[in-house]
């Protein structure tokens, strides 16, 4: 079994940016395929970005590409997200997850652990 924390949201403005960390427990995490994902209030959870355990495949949505990066630390039991440029449509609370299905990478039923999330505020 994994734990999750995500940490490292906060309000900015727009433009600004943020790193989030999501540390993980567990001896599976460097082998784990991992992704980010947010919900913004009153909408459903969306898919953000993948990597795969060993870094080698990564994926983002359209609405976040060249502004978000993903990176892993295995050593350190670490997923990172790199937000950049942010926009008040970014705002939402943004969880980390482990890819536990073999369907669809950017659907949320295929992760089946999950953190508790952090939220992400962009003011205008």
């Known amino acids: 079994q994994v734990q999750l924390v995500e940490s490292g949201g906060g309000l900015v403005q727009a433009g600004d940016s943020l790193r989030l960390s999501c540390a993980a427990s567990g001896r599976t995490f460097s082998i784990s395929e991992m992704g980010w994902f947010r919900q913004a209030p009153g909408k459903e959870r969306e898919f953000v970005a993948y990597i795969s355990a060993s870094s080698d495949n990564i994926y983002y949505a359209d609405s976040v590409k060249g502004r978000f990066t993903i990176s892993r630390d295995n050593a350190k039991n670490t997923l990172y997200l790199q937000t950049d440029s942010l926009k008040p449509e970014d705002t939402a609370v943004y969880y980390c997850?482990?890819?536990?299905?073999?369907?669809?990478?950017?659907?949320?039923?295929?992760?089946?652990?999950w953190g508790q999330g952090t939220q992400v505020t962009v003011s205008s």
């Open positions: 997850a482990v890819r536990t299905g073999r369907r669809s990478l950017s659907t949320p039923s295929q992760y089946g652990y």
